[in-house]
Structure formats: structure tokens, C-alpha cells
């Protein structure tokens, strides 16, 4: 907890442990943070020089004999809001410092020279480097990512994308996706996708996309190329601020504006109606897989429902329609609002 405020761990083990009590020997901390006393010693000594804390000197009741050793010394806390305020000043004082210096870099790259059509656009190869540049964009996006996802991860494992999809989101990144069919169809994403677009993620569908990427607070984009040759190395190019970018981006709304809205149930699945002539989330969890053009079979299976559940709930939502082909269900969904 203290680490981001110069404090290491066992320096913040000593630091809790006394927070515990008024005052404590070096011994006592040692053992309460399971250190040794040397150790300990060395740290209240580092600690009493910062500030942290005071030494207490105790005399003893009555005169002390002679040969009778002194008191060991015991420690006191100064008040966290005396002591670690300064600290907690020099720490923003360095990332304000850091992010002028960061802010001044980036705009000399943008002017100088190196910025030409070779610095606009940048060839990563192998499964490596790709992956890093990858977690790169997504953990260094502040505002927004745009992402296409289409066909299977060559270079990037689906677990690691997770990992930096929920730091993203967890940081309050506006995390747009746009999913082909295809993709949905041939992975076990239903339940990943739940469990996003709880955490904030907005996800869509299309029939077809042209081609994977993902773009990070409109300042850089990454494109995987196709791999032609068998062996091949997994490659892709990085997209730097220019017209190229723009027009990526712009894509990216395109297909956004066409795509479909996924829906996911946000209390898990429903088995009851809330109103007999509204679907229930777990109906429209449905509707939305079967108006991607998902057979019955697969919507169960993706699910984790029988068939006969998912069969039935189509009945009831083609009631609440009025009846009619499964076209006719989904004009009905439009009109009404469902999706």
C-alpha cells in the first residue's frame, strides 16, 4: 500500500506493525513483522531519519545500578498526516514532471524529421513483439479503445487479451467492440462477452468485417497482415498519428453505426417474466444470439442451456410478437425496442 509512496514492503510491514501500538522496542517490531531484529533495527533507524517516526527515550523508575544495562529504545509514530504528506507531494510532483516530460517527447517526435511516412507507420514481426506492442496500445490507452475482432488470435492468446481488456476497463477506458459472427460462432465468448459488458465493455456484432484492429485514443493503431505462407512469422503494422489513422478510425464508426448491439443479461438468467407481455433478459440473451444467425443448438450450448429452454423461450418471444416466422420475430424486436 505504501510502496507508491517510497516504502518498500518490509519498511511498510515495520511501519503497520507499529501502528498497532503506542510505542515498541526493535525486538518487538522484528517479531511482530517477521524480521529479524538487525533488520528491523536498520529500518526504525531509516525510518526515525525520514521522519516516520521518533525515538522514545524511557528513564528508568529509580537509579540505575551500576552495570545495569539501559533501556532498549522504543519508537513512535509521528502522525501519517504530518509524516507522509510530503511524500505523497514529492510522488505527484514526479508523475507531473513525468507526464510534462512525456507530453513535450511525444510532441518533438510529431514535428521532427523522424516523423516522415516511415514514422508513420511501423512493421512489428513475431508472435513477441506483436503480443507487446499489442498490451502496449491497450494498456497505454487513457480515454479509448476501438477494436475489431475477427477470426482466431494468431499472435495474441485470448487469456492475455482478457488480462489487458479489464485493465483497460478498470481504469475507465471507453472500450468499444465490433465482433464478427464468425468470431462468436467459433469461440466460447458468451459468457466472457457477459462478464465485459458488465464491467462496462460496449459490444456489437457484424456479418463481416475487413480486417482486425485495434486503435487506441485515436494516437496509434495496430493491423495484424495476413500470414500467406505457412511458418510465417505473425506481423503486423502500428499506425501513428496521420491521415492513415484517421481513416481507421473512421472505419471503425462506419461499422459501428451498422453492427448490431449485443445483448447480455446483467442479473444472470431470468426463468420468470417481470411483465407477461415483455421478454425476460434471459429471452433476449436469446433473440440477440438468433438474430446473429447462431443455430438453436449453438445458442444452447454457448449458454450452458438445454435445448428445450432455449426452444421454448423462442416460442414465447414469437407470442409476444404476434406470432409469425423467425423474420417476422426479428422486424418485431426492432420495432418494439428489444435490442
Not at 52 to 81: D, F, I, K, Q
Not at 267 to 294: F, H, N, R, S, Y
Amino acid at each position: 500500500m505504501l510502496e507508491v509512496l517510497g516504502l518498500g514492503a518490509p519498511e511498510e510491514a515495520v511501519y503497520t506493525a507499529l501502528l498497532a501500538r503506542p510505542s515498541a522496542s526493535a525486538q518487538e517490531l522484528a517479531r511482530q513483522a517477521g524480521l529479524g531484529e538487525a533488520e528491523a533495527d536498520r529500518i526504525l533507524r531509516d525510518l526515525s531519519g525520514r521522519g516516520l517516526l521518533s525515538v522514545v527515550t524511557e528513564a528508568a523508575s529509580c537509579p540505575a545500578e551500576p552495570g545495569a544495562g539501559r533501556r532498549p529504545a522504543r519508537y513512535r509514530l509521528t502522525p501519517p498526516s504530518v509524516a507522509l504528506a510530503p511524500l505523497l507531494v514529492e510522488q505527484r510532483g514526479a508523475l507531473q514532471r513525468a507526464e510534462t516530460a512525456y507530453a513535450q517527447l511525444t510532441e518533438q517526435y510529431r514535428n521532427s524529421p523522424a516523423q516522415t511516412a516511415d514514422g508513420v507507420v511501423e512493421v512489428v514481426v513475431g508472435v513477441d513483439q506483436v503480443a507487446h506492442r499489442f498490451h502496449q496500445l491497450q494498456c497505454g490507452a487513457q480515454r479509448e479503445l476501438l477494436v475489431f475482432l475477427v477470426g482466431p488470435p494468431v499472435a495474441v492468446p485470448r487469456e492475455d487479451s482478457d488480462s489487458s481488456e479489464g485493465s483497460a476497463l478498470r481504469r475507465g477506458v471507453d472500450f468499444r467492440v465490433v465482433a464478427t459472427r464468425d468470431y462468436l460462432g467459433s469461440h466460447d465468448m458468451v459468457r466472457e462477452a457477459r462478464e465485459a459488458v458488465r464491467g462496462g465493455l460496449e459490444l456489437r456484432m457484424a456479418e463481416s468485417l475487413p480486417l482486425k484492429m485495434v486503435v487506441s485514443d485515436r494516437e496509434r493503431a495496430m493491423v495484424p497482415l495476413d500470414v500467406s505462407v505457412p511458418g510465417d512469422e505473425p506481423s503486423a503494422i502500428v499506425v501513428h498519428r496521420s491521415g492513415l489513422l484517421t481513416a481507421l478510425a473512421q472505419l471503425f464508426e462506419r461499422e459501428w453505426a451498422h453492427a448490431r448491439p449485443m445483448y447480455t443479461a446483467t442479473a444472470g438468467v431470468c426463468e420468470e417474466p417481470v411483465d407477461d407481455q415483455q421478454p425476460t433478459e434471459g429471452e433476449l440473451e436469446v433473440l440477440a444470439l438468433l438474430l446473429a444467425g447462431i443455430s438453436d443448438r449453438r445458442v444452447a450450448s454457448q449458454l450452458g442451456l438445454s435445448l428445450r429452454t432455449v426452444e421454448r423461450r423462442v416460442r414465447r418471444l414469437t407470442e409476444l410478437a404476434g406470432g409469425g416466422s423467425r423474420l417476422q420475430l426479428g422486424w418485431h424486436a426492432a420495432r418494439a425496442g428489444w435490442l
